[in-house]
């Protein structure tokens, strides 16, 4: 069995690692992550730290303005600043 | 010599994410939680002489948000809000008797402790995202809160797919870190 086939680099397992905190890692790719895990402390102290932080992201459901959203703040603001220089 | 120093210009890029995040998570309404940051920002601007550099430019809008919030509630809780809210239970018969079951209490449901917690928590979040560089920040916002996904985030901000997920394990990094720092020690 070629290494590269099952045995994946420390970057590559947090680059899968990462992309499996937006469900976007695929099954082959998690099982992969998951031999990596079994003897690599440095991927497994990641892997705790980044689920952590998406645990955490879910419970405190943490909500930002969507770019057209804050588009329109902005011009709506940057107007009345304008103004204000103005005067 | 004032402590920290007050740039308008850099008020909706640097603080309308904590401003929102603060204010939706009181008002529970996004229309409502903008105009209440639109109001805050041109309530700061007009009273920015009067900003004398002890706290923070962010310390000070959030002063000034949290009255617009309370006034807001003072404006909805009027004697006209009050009478529209009894007005819905005692007039609506085809609902009649689904009253208790609306009221009663769900076990799942959040007490007010973990809504407060979460709201801390959200806070801690926050003041974490906002140490990290703007960029790694902006694509961080998009990708985990705004659930855009990866296609999108690269049109919009020009950069390539491998490029966002450099940025966003950048972005884990520092934050996991930094909520280790801040809010699990």
């Known amino acids: 069995m070629k290494k590269s086939f099952l045995f994946i680099s420390c970057d590559e397992a947090q680059h899968i690692c990462d992309k499996a905190q937006y469900g976007e890692a695929s099954g082959w790719e998690r099982f992969k992550l998951n031999v990596r895990l079994i003897y690599c402390g440095i991927t497994k102290n990641y892997s705790k730290k980044n689920q952590k932080l998406t645990e955490n992201l879910e419970k405190a459901d943490v909500k930002c303005l969507k770019t057209e959203e804050r588009n329109k703040l902005e011009k709506h603001f940057n107007e009345e600043l304008a103004k204000q220089n103005q005067g | ?185």
């Open chain 2, 1 to 185: 010599m004032p402590k920290h120093k007050i740039d308008p210009n850099n008020w909706v890029k640097l603080y309308s994410d904590y401003l929102f995040n603060y204010t939706i998570t009181r008002v529970n309404d996004r229309e409502i939680a903008q105009d209440l940051i639109s109001e805050t920002f041109l309530a700061g601007l007009k009273s920015m002489k009067n900003f004398k550099g002890e706290a923070s430019e962010r310390t000070w809008l959030i002063s000034i948000l949290k009255r617009k919030i309370i006034d807001y509630y003072r404006k909805i809780n009027s004697n006209k809000g009050k009478a529209e809210v009894r007005m819905g239970y005692i007039n609506s018969e085809e609902s009649e008797g689904d009253w208790l079951e609306e009221r009663v209490s769900d076990p799942f449901d959040k007490t007010a402790e973990d809504t407060l917690v979460n709201s801390e928590l959200g806070d801690a979040i926050y003041d974490c995202i906002e140490k990290i560089p703007q960029k790694q920040a902006d694509v961080f916002k998009m990708k985990t809160i705004l659930n855009y996904d990866t296609e999108t985030i690269c049109n919009e901000l020009n950069i390539s797919a491998s490029n966002l997920w450099v940025i966003i394990h950048r972005a884990r990094t520092a934050l996991a870190d930094c909520m280790e720092d801040n809010w699990f020690n």
